[in-house]
Nanobody, 133 residues
Framework: QVQLVESGGGSVQPGGSLRLSCEVSGYSWTRYVTRYCVGWFRQAPGKEREGVATIYSMNSVTTYADSVKGRFTISLDRPKNTVYLQMNNVKPEDTAVYYC??????????????????????YGQGTQVTVSA
């Protein structure tokens, strides 16, 4: 069983910053899974889910959606099993529920030594981010 718990959401003005956190837990995951992809996706009202950012556990290589490149930064604290999303210069279109997501690295991820953004096998309950003046 894998649990992901997000925190840090809230309301922020355009141009402001916010940092989301996600702790990944579960006996088997934290002790035996070393090669994994972990990241964030979001879903705005009436829109499809959108992969935002991801990081590969083995080398911390990051991948971002074009919509957030240069503004968002994902990072991983492996000893704490916690992934962060630093959101800078936020825009109203960043308003959405943000979900933390994770899965074991697939063969193609291990070969590429990176992970694609997207929705993985495990994800949390989400945290709301609202950007408005």
């Amino acid at each position: 069983q894998v649990q992901l718990v997000e925190s840090g959401g809230g309301s922020v003005q355009p141009g402001g910053s916010l940092r989301l956190s996600c702790e990944v837990s579960g006996y088997s995951w934290t002790r035996y899974v070393t090669r994994y992809c972990v990241g964030w996706f979001r879903q705005a009202p009436g829109k499809e889910r959108e992969g935002v950012a991801t990081i590969y556990s083995m080398n911390s290589v990051t991948t971002y959606a074009d919509s957030v490149k240069g503004r968002f930064t994902i990072s991983l604290d492996r000893p704490k099993n916690t992934v962060y999303l630093q959101m800078n210069n936020v825009k109203p279109e960043d308003t959405a529920v943000y979900y933390c997501t994770a899965q074991r690295a697939r063969q193609e991820d291990r070969q590429e030594r990176s992970c694609p953004v997207g929705v993985y096998n495990y994800y949390g309950q989400g945290t709301q981010v609202t950007v408005s003046a």
